[in-house]
C-alpha cells in the first residue's frame, strides 16, 4: 500500500489537487505519533489552499512535542499570513526564547510587529535595542532645568522609594518594567524628559494615598490585530481615540473639573487629574466610577480603562506603575505628548506643565454624582460662569470684550488683566474663574495667577481707571452705563451686580487741616470723580429730555422730590424741588 504522503504529493505533482485533497481529510485523524510527519502533512495542507487544516496538522505536532521548532515556526508563519499576529508572535517568542539567533523567526516576529504599527518592538526586536531609525534632521535637545524637574515631580509625586524602567526584551519585542528601589531623583525625571529611558511611577504612597489618577483610551488588540495590513485605518482610529479623549476633556472642564488629555505614544490617548490634596486611591477610583458614568459615550467601541495604581489578580490586589508623560513609549518609539482639547501637541510641552490646575476631589465627586445627564444633556459647550459673572459679562462691554479675548487665547496686556483681577476676579470666590479666564492664554501659569488673586485687595477697579488704562477700548465701546452714586460711591463695573462690594470713597471724608501735596492730591480725585458723574448726568438729562417730550409733561416727582424742566435762555435747565 503506497504512503499516504507519497501519494498526496504524486497527486499534487500530477495537478490532482482535489484527489490529494481527500488524502489530506481521510488522514487527519490517522497520523502516526511523531511531529515531523505532522509537520509535513501541514506543508502539504499549505500548499492546497487548506489553511485550517494545516493549522490543526501543526498544533497536533505541538501536542506530541510542545518544543518542536519546525511545527511553531510553520505555525506561526501561517498564522502570519491569515492576519493572526498575536497568536503568531506567541509562537515565534517561543522559538526564541530557546534559540536567539534563529533569523528567520526574528524576522518574522518584526514583521509582525511593524504590521501591528509596534515600530519600538519591531525595532528591538531586530536590532536588539529599541532605537527609532536615524534621521537626517538634526535634533536639539532642550536645556532641562531643576525647576521644570521639581514642578513635574511634585505633579506625578507617589511612591516614597521605587519606581521602573520600561524596556523591550530583545529576544521576544515583550515591554517589560524593570523596578529601581531608589527614589525619583531629578537625574532620572531629566533623562525621561530627554528620551534617554522611559520611567513609569507607583502612584500609591505608603498611606495608600494618591495625588492623581486618569483614563486610559486604546484601540483594542483584536482591532489592531484585526487591521493590521491598513496601518491607514489603524491612524485613523487613533486619531478618533485622541478626538474622544479631547471631548472628554472638554465635559469635564464643563464641569469645572481640570482635566489633561495626552496622546499615549500613537498606542491611545490618556486623560490626566490632578488633586489638590492626597486622597486614599478608593475615592479616586469612585470619582473615576462617576465621571465614566456620565461622559460622552465614544463613536466606536474604543477600550477605556482607569489609570490606578492597582490592578486585580484574582484574589487580592497587585500594585502597578503608571508610565509618566513626555518620555518615549517603547513600543511605537513616539513621545507621549500633551493635547489640547483637539488633539494637538502642545508646541512647549515642558512650559504647558505650569498650566495645569489641581481641584478638589470630594466635591467634584459629588457635583459627578449630582449631575443628571436625562434632563440636561451636555451640549458639547464649555460651562457658564457663575450668574454675578455672566450678569456682568452682559451688563459691561468692557469687561465682556476682555473675556472674550482672553477665552480666545489672547495674551492680553497688563492693564487688560488688571481690569479683569479687580472685576471678575474679585467676584470669584474659589479662584475657578479667573484660572478659566487666563488658561488658554500661552503665558497662562498657574502659580503666578493663584499668587496674585489671593493678593486682590478688595477694592473694584473704578470705570475712570479703565478708561485711563484702556482709551482705545473705552471709546470704542462708548460705554454708557448709569448707576446710582449715592453715599460717595465710585462708578465701578461691580456696581451692575455687587454695588455693596463698591466702597465710599475715602476722598469724601476730608480732616480740619491737610497739606498742600495731600489737598491737591485730594482735589485731582473729587474732579475726577466730579467729571465722571457730569458724564453721567448729562446722558441722564438727555434721556429725561426724550421722555418728557415725548409725553408732553414738564415734571415728575420720584418720591418726595419733584424733577422740573424749564428753560432758560433757549436752553433747557433741570431743576430739583423739595416737596
Known amino acids: 500500500m503506497p504512503n499516504p504522503l507519497e501519494l498526496a504529493r504524486s497527486y499534487i505533482d500530477e495537478g490532482d489537487e482535489h484527489r490529494a485533497q481527500q488524502i489530506v481529510l481521510g488522514q487527519r485523524h490517522r497520523l502516526p505519533d511523531h511531529p515531523d510527519v505532522h509537520a509535513e502533512w501541514g506543508r502539504i ?6 489553511a485550517r487544516q494545516a493549522m490543526e496538522f501543526y498544533e497536533g505536532g505541538l501536542k506530541l512535542d510542545p518544543g518542536n521548532r519546525e511545527c511553531l515556526y510553520l505555525l506561526a508563519r501561517l498564522l502570519n499570513e491569515v492576519g493572526h499576529f498575536e497568536r503568531s508572535n506567541h509562537y515565534l517568542r517561543k522559538i526564541l526564547r530557546k534559540d536567539r539567533d534563529n533569523a528567520a523567526s526574528r524576522k518574522l516576529l518584526h514583521d509582525n510587529y511593524e504590521a501591528m504599527g509596534l515600530k519600538g518592538q519591531a525595532s528591538a526586536v531586530l536590532s536588539g ?17 531643576k525647576n521644570q524637574v521639581d514642578i513635574f515631580l511634585d505633579f506625578f509625586s507617589g511612591r516614597e522609594i521605587g519606581f521602573a524602567l520600561q524596556e523591550v526584551d530583545p529576544d521576544t519585542g515583550t515591554s517589560r518594567y524593570v523596578f529601581h ?29 494618591v495625588r492623581y489618577t486618569g483614563l486610559f483610551a486604546r484601540i483594542p488588540n483584536r482591532v489592531r490585530e484585526t487591521y493590521a495590513g491598513q496601518q491607514s485605518y489603524l491612524i485613523l482610529l487613533d486619531e478618533k481615540i485622541k478626538s474622544y479623549v479631547g471631548k472628554l476633556a472638554v465635559f469635564a472642564k464643563s464641569l469645572g473639573i481640570p482635566a489633561y488629555p495626552e496622546d499615549y505614544g500613537g498606542l491611545g490617548a490618556r486623560l490626566w487629574f490632578f488633586f489638590e490634596d492626597y486622597e486614599h486611591f478608593l475615592r479616586a477610583r469612585e470619582f473615576l466610577k462617576a465621571f465614566i458614568k456620565i461622559a460622552p459615550e465614544p463613536e466606536t467601541q474604543y477600550g477605556l480603562e482607569m489609570l490606578l495604581p492597582t490592578r486585580p489578580t484574582g484574589i487580592g490586589w497587585v500594585e502597578q506603575c503608571i508610565p509618566l508623560p513626555l518620555g518615549i513609549n517603547r513600543l511605537s518609539l513616539r513621545r507621549c505628548l500633551f493635547l489640547d482639547d483637539d488633539g494637538h501637541p502642545w508646541d512647549e510641552q515642558l512650559g504647558f506643565i ?4 489641581r481641584f ?6 459629588k457635583r459627578l454624582r449630582c449631575h443628571d445627564t436625562s434632563s440636561k444633556p451636555w451640549n458639547g459647550k464649555a460651562l457658564a460662569f457663575t450668574d454675578r459673572i455672566e450678569r456682568l459679562r452682559s451688563a459691561c462691554p468692557v469687561v465682556a470684550l476682555l473675556m472674550d479675548r482672553a477665552l480666545a487665547g489672547r495674551i492680553l496686556r497688563r492693564e487688560e488683566k488688571v481690569a479683569l483681577y479687580y472685576s471678575i476676579g474679585l467676584l470669584d470666590e474659589t479662584g475657578n474663574a479667573i484660572h478659566r479666564l487666563f488658561e488658554p492664554a500661552p503665558d497662562y501659569s498657574y502659580s503666578k495667577v493663584q499668587r496674585q488673586w489671593e493678593r486682590l485687595q478688595k ?3 473704578s470705570c475712570l481707571k479703565i478708561r485711563l488704562m484702556l482709551p482705545e477700548i473705552t471709546s470704542s465701546l462708548n460705554c454708557q452705563c448709569i448707576f446710582d452714586l449715592r453715599g460717595g460711591k465710585y462708578p465701578s463695573p461691580l456696581m451692575h451686580v455687587m ?14 487741616r491737610l497739606k498742600l501735596k495731600q489737598a491737591a492730591h485730594r482735589y485731582v480725585q473729587l474732579r475726577r470723580h466730579l467729571d465722571e458723574e457730569r458724564r453721567v448726568i448729562s446722558r441722564l438729562e438727555a434721556l429725561l429730555q426724550e421722555h418728557f417730550s415725548a409725553k408732553g409733561i414738564s415734571e415728575f416727582k420720584v418720591n418726595d422730590i419733584k424733577i422740573r424742566r424749564e428753560s432758560v435762555n433757549g436752553q433747557t435747565a433741570w431743576r430739583l424741588e423739595h416737596s
Open 459 to 461: 477694592n473694584p477697579i
Open 45 to 50: 495542507s499549505e500548499e492546497l489552499g487548506m
Open 181 to 209: 528601589e531608589t527614589p525619583l531623583s531629578h537625574d532620572i525625571v531629566r533623562d525621561h524628559i530627554l528620551g534617554k529611558s522611559t520611567v513609569a511611577a507607583y502612584p500609591l504612597r505608603s498611606d495608600n494615598v
Open 499 to 512: 454695588p455693596h462690594m463698591v466702597p465710599t470713597s475715602c476722598e469724601f471724608k476730608l480732616p480740619n
Open 354 to 357: 505650569k498650566k495645569i490646575r
Open 360 to 365: 478638589s476631589l470630594r466635591p467634584a465627586t
Open 129 to 145: 535595542e529599541g532605537k527609532a531609525p536615524a534621521s537626517p534632521e538634526r535634533y536639539f535637545p532642550p536645556s532641562v532645568s
